[in-house]
């Protein structure tokens, strides 16, 4: 006799990754989708960096886990990288193309998290105001590059004017947790000397009565969030830190309006 099959088994095969080609202003994008696994709330849609693509460690943990706790999980190539290309275009393409991916992480209805690693996080942090972003996720923002904490980036992190969780490494040299201003994490009266906020009047505004982010470390990692042999913890440990912490981010955005804290 034929058993019915379980609901796990339903799950699996419902949840099958598909990709989806966009077509933007600047050549098409791709986008991976990993099905939320049980009834969908959220699409965290997720960009790569300017030097790797969706393979990367963060996003790959990330697309697994996520979907088991009512998110659709979608990968984002932009368009440079499915051409081939070695190198990112400036800010600006990668902005535009953004802007042009965002309808189709929006056709399901449902908020979408704009988030992304490294350049990614840039652009999810630029663009989240003017397109309606839920919230932002940013990891391993690269506040600064290298060696140069003077040339901060730490104004379109601020300016991103929606509930935004950081997920740094505690190695990063793009900047490490300790370098990320505390304005910004509590109460604020206003935006500090030397912070240039990006967006529009309203999102700065919003910034100045407080917006916060969340700062998650994970101790030894480094840019790309990997953990040296001699550490601590172990790899698969430290991105257990990035998973738990983003479920825990997205159960808890769940139970609060967005807006400035009160």
């Known amino acids: 006799m034929n058993e019915e099959p379980s609901v796990?088994?339903?799950?699996?095969?419902?949840?099958?990754?598909?990709?989806?080609?966009?077509?933007?202003?600047v050549g098409p994008a791709r986008i991976t989708w990993h099905?939320?696994?049980?009834?969908?709330?959220?699409?965290?849609?997720?960009?790569?960096?300017?030097?790797?693509?969706?393979?990367?460690?963060?996003?790959?943990?990330?697309?697994?886990?996520?979907?088991?706790?009512?998110?659709?999980?979608?990968l984002v190539e932009q368009p440079w990288r499915v051409a081939g290309?070695?190198?990112?275009?400036?800010?600006?393409?990668?902005?535009?193309?953004?802007?042009?991916i965002w309808p189709a992480l929006t056709k399901p209805g449902l908020p979408v998290i704009s988030g992304g690693r490294s350049a990614g996080a840039r652009v999810a942090c630029r663009t989240a105001g003017e397109l309606g972003a839920h919230a932002v996720l940013a990891l391993s923002f690269p506040l600064?590059?290298?060696?140069?904490?003077?040339?901060?980036?730490?104004?379109?992190?601020?300016?991103?004017?929606?509930?935004?969780?950081?997920?740094?490494?505690?190695?990063?040299?793009f900047g490490r947790p300790g370098e990320f201003p505390e304005y910004g994490r509590g109460r604020a009266s206003g935006v500090p000397p030397g912070v240039q906020l990006r967006g529009s009047a309203g999102a700065r505004a919003v910034v100045g009565d407080g917006w916060a982010y969340e700062l998650v470390?994970?101790?030894?990692?480094?840019?790309?969030?990997?953990?040296?042999?001699?550490?601590?913890?172990?790899?698969?440990?430290?991105?257990?830190?990035?998973?738990?912490?983003?479920?825990?981010?997205?159960?808890?955005?769940?139970?609060?309006?967005?807006?400035?804290?009160?």
């Open 8 to 25: 796990e088994a339903v799950e699996a095969v419902e949840a099958v990754e598909a990709t989806e080609a966009v077509e933007t202003g």
């Open 35 to 74: 099905p939320a696994r049980r009834v969908p709330r959220l699409v965290l849609a997720l960009g790569h960096g300017a030097g790797g693509g969706i393979e990367a460690r963060d996003l790959k943990a990330l697309a697994a886990v996520l979907p088991a706790h009512g998110v659709t999980v979608a």
């Open 85 to 100: 290309k070695k190198v990112a275009p400036a800010p600006k393409t990668l902005d535009l193309a953004w802007r042009d």
């Open 144 to 173: 600064h590059p290298p060696g140069r904490p003077e040339k901060s980036r730490a104004g379109e992190l601020l300016g991103a004017a929606v509930p935004t969780l950081v997920v740094q490494g505690g190695n990063d040299p």
């Open 217 to 262: 470390e994970v101790a030894h990692g480094d840019h790309g969030l990997a953990v040296p042999q001699r550490a601590d913890i172990t790899q698969d440990e430290a991105l257990t830190v990035v998973t738990d912490a983003v479920v825990r981010w997205v159960a808890e955005l769940g139970r609060r309006r967005p807006g400035p804290l009160g």
